[in-house]
């Protein structure tokens, strides 16, 4: 803020703009704007994260004491709810839930970085007939509802067995389905120059080669970047795993917390809160460690959250 | 771009033989690499495709041979009053939700565009919602917010809304579908963060030359700003419309699955998966699934025609 302001009177000096009362106006009139810019951005703020707060306080509350009051800081504040949380549903662990999601997340993320990178050198670096006509497939799936392959694939998945197993939930991630990475991939490739090719190529190098070595390295941006929106929207998913997923020992923390939900009382909402609280806990932790590379791949992909 | 060009002029120079021989072994290598993928397209989308389109056309309940019926699945969606209801739903939905979330979107990244300090935290701050925000716990949440006697049920009754204690918005089937659009304006931050990116290319000559010319805040917002801002405002409101028709998670939550109360939050999605998987009538739900297909091509394809009246692209203006 200070420095801000510093800089803009200095900016103004430099240029020679005015006497000293115009200046000192012109810098009042900047520090208004400023107080009312971050008034009104903070007035958004609460607005934006009185939810998320109102969430974390709710889940140390007892349950009567949430869903009526407006107020922020519990009175009794205690760790019950997570107590109870922890218990698990029905038999089954929190700790099942909890391994079935990072499993399946990390699982994700791995299929995710090898399919899509092979796939966006193929389109990016490599000449081949057919290949116009395969991007513009890649692209068109980019725009394509879930809805229109569920069924048949879900009736594939059926006859081959495959329900109740990580199958179905992770075939596409290893063969480049998701084709907003490959996109964002061979985006980011078109803008590395031709000549570390060439110059690999000189030396003997294959595709194979050039790819591992000179390729992949340079990616590294791109594939962390990959490998952060495939961890979250792995684990948020809830219609794959809705789908395929049909015991309790199998689910997700979506579909725990979902099962969870259904199982306690509607009054229950303290344990709802902590178990949805730990649900989400890993996004949110994700988003602080690497908020610049998530707004960065937003800015320039369109990514969506 | 010019050395690039000779550089690859020079290549075309070389030996005629040794050039087949890499042509043919980019051929081979480009297919190699390509493969994975090939394969997903086939097994897991353009196979899939076909198969639902085929389905459509036939009764089919998983466990007994499909029999074919004709166009009996399309002309049932016609008379279904569950299905015409989901219609409604979702249009609603699209229409208000998708141009809010964009307006607030927009409305947020010129506020921080203009300021100096301190945007960057506000920005990060603002797209955490969209990234949490399809999440069953953000929507248990919501529910538990809007519900019976709750903060947004006292609010909305102090100005005029339903008395709390009836079910709040939650329970009420004329404010669940406003709950759930509030939802999704809520998740502004990621359309912001593109309209953002993209105010930072408009020039801020030309905003300043205008500024000398006499043109007040709002002229040069309507005049630069915005046709400058227009391919980005295209590329939001494709993804988002394309994004609203295909809401589900916030609805299964919140309606336990139901699409209740009286089928208000019955989306297109929800009831194609009711139909689906839970009374596994495949066919139908294949119908369903191809008249969305359609209608979300059609919507794109009429945003791509009028886009020449209203989108500007940087060449447009020499």
């Known amino acids: 803020m200070t420095t801000n302001v510093v800089r803009e009177s200095g900016a103004a000096a430099a240029t020679g703009g005015g006497t000293r009362p115009e200046r000192s106006h012109a810098r009042a009139r900047k520090r208004i704007r400023s107080v009312v810019f971050h008034v009104f951005s903070v007035a958004v703020l609460v607005v934006i994260l009185y939810p998320a707060l109102w969430m974390l306080m709710s889940s140390f509350k007892p349950s009567n004491q949430i869903v009526g009051s407006v107020d922020l800081i519990p009175r009794h504040g205690s760790f019950?709810?997570?107590?109870?949380?922890?218990?698990?549903?029905?038999?089954?662990?929190?700790?099942?839930?909890?391994?079935?999601?990072?499993?399946?997340?990390?699982?994700?993320?791995?299929?995710?970085?090898?399919?899509?990178?092979?796939?966006?050198?193929?389109?990016?670096?490599?000449?081949?007939?057919?290949?116009?006509?395969?991007?513009?497939?890649?692209?068109?799936?980019?725009?394509?509802?879930?809805?229109?392959?569920?069924?048949?694939?879900?009736?594939?998945?059926?006859?081959?067995?495959?329900?109740n197993t990580w199958w179905p939930l992770l075939l596409g991630k290893f063969l480049g389905a998701d084709a907003f990475f490959v996109f964002l991939m061979v985006q980011f490739m078109r803008g590395l120059p031709r000549e570390l090719d060439e110059a690999a190529r000189m030396d003997g190098a294959g595709h194979a080669r050039i790819f591992a070595s000179v390729i992949l390295p340079l990616l590294r941006p791109a594939l962390v970047t990959s490998a952060i929106f495939a961890f979250i929207w792995s684990w948020n998913d809830f219609f794959g795993p809705l789908l395929y997923l049909k015991t309790p020992t199998s689910y997700t923390m979506p579909l725990a917390l979902r099962l969870y939900v259904d199982q306690t009382s509607t009054s229950d909402y303290g344990a709802q809160m902590a178990m949805a609280i730990l649900a989400i806990l890993p996004v949110v932790l994700f988003f602080l460690a690497f908020q610049r590379h998530l707004v960065?791949?937003?800015?320039?992909?369109?990514?969506?959250g | 771009m010019m050395t690039a060009q000779l550089a690859s002029g020079a290549q075309h120079g070389a030996p005629r033989r040794r050039t087949t021989w890499r042509r043919r072994r980019d051929i081979g290598a480009g297919y190699a690499f390509l493969s994975p993928w090939l394969i997903g397209f086939f097994v897991l989308t353009a196979g899939p495709m076909v198969a639902s389109l085929v389905l459509s056309f036939t009764d089919y309940d998983l466990f007994s041979a499909p029999s074919p019926v004709g166009f009996a699945n399309y002309t049932r969606l016609?008379?279904?009053?569950?299905?015409?209801?989901?219609?409604?739903?979702?249009?609603?939905?699209?229409?208000?939700?998708?141009?809010?979330?964009?307006?607030?979107?927009?409305?947020?990244?010129?506020?921080?565009?203009?300021?100096?300090?301190?945007?960057?935290f506000y920005r990060s701050a603002f797209y955490l919602?969209?990234?949490?925000?399809?999440?069953?716990?953000?929507?248990?949440?919501?529910?538990?917010?809007f519900t019976d006697k709750s903060i947004v049920a006292n609010i909305g009754s102090f100005f005029g809304g339903p008395?709390?204690?009836?079910?709040?918005?939650?329970?009420?089937?004329?404010?669940?579908?406003?709950?759930?659009?509030?939802?999704?304006?809520?998740?502004?931050?990621?359309?912001?963060?593109?309209?953002?990116?993209?105010?930072?290319?408009?020039?801020?000559?030309?905003?300043?030359?205008?500024?000398?010319?006499?043109?007040?805040?709002?002229?040069?917002?309507?005049?630069i700003t915005l046709p400058m801002l227009s391919p980005v405002l295209f590329f939001n409101l494709l993804?988002?419309?394309?994004?609203?028709?295909?809401?589900?998670?916030?609805?299964?939550?919140?309606?336990?699955?139901?699409?209740?109360?009286?089928?208000?939050?019955l989306f297109y999605t929800l009831y194609l998966y009711q139909r689906g998987f839970s009374d596994f009538q495949m066919g139908y739900a294949s119908a369903m699934a191809w008249v969305l297909l359609v209608v979300i091509g059609l919507v794109t394809l009429m945003l791509f025609r009028t886009s020449n009246a209203w989108v500007h692209y940087g060449g447009d203006e020499k």
């Not at chain 2, 993804?239 to 939050?265: D, K, M």
């Open chain 2, 78 to 120: 016609f008379t279904d009053s569950n299905y015409l209801q989901a219609v409604k739903v979702t249009l609603l939905y699209v229409v208000f939700g998708a141009p809010l979330k964009l307006i607030v979107a927009l409305a947020v990244a010129v506020l921080l565009n203009h300021a100096r300090g301190g945007s960057g």
């Open chain 2, 129 to 145: 919602p969209s990234l949490i925000g399809g999440s069953v716990s953000v929507a248990i949440v919501w529910k538990a917010m």
């Open chain 2, 163 to 223: 008395p709390a204690e009836s079910g709040g918005w939650v329970g009420n089937p004329s404010m669940t579908l406003p709950m759930l659009i509030l939802l999704t304006v809520w998740q502004f931050g990621a359309p912001m963060i593109i309209f953002l990116a993209g105010l930072k290319q408009v020039p801020t000559e030309l905003l300043e030359s205008a500024s000398v010319d006499g043109a007040g805040p709002v002229r040069r917002f309507t005049r």
């Open chain 1, 80 to 163: 019950d709810n997570y107590v109870h949380a922890f218990q698990g549903i029905g038999g089954v662990s929190f700790w099942t839930f909890l391994a079935n999601s990072l499993g399946l997340a990390v699982l994700s993320v791995v299929g995710v970085t090898l399919s899509c990178s092979i796939t966006a050198y193929a389109f990016s670096r490599i000449r081949f007939p057919g290949r116009g006509v395969f991007f513009a497939c890649m692209i068109s799936t980019l725009l394509l509802p879930f809805h229109i392959v569920v069924i048949p694939q879900y009736i594939m998945f059926n006859q081959l067995g495959m329900i």
């Open chain 2, 239 to 265: 993804l988002e419309l394309i994004h609203s028709f295909q809401v589900f998670n916030s609805a299964f939550i919140i309606s336990n699955g139901t699409g209740g109360p009286v089928r208000s939050t």
């Open chain 1, 296 to 304: 960065r791949g937003v800015a320039t992909q369109g990514l969506k």
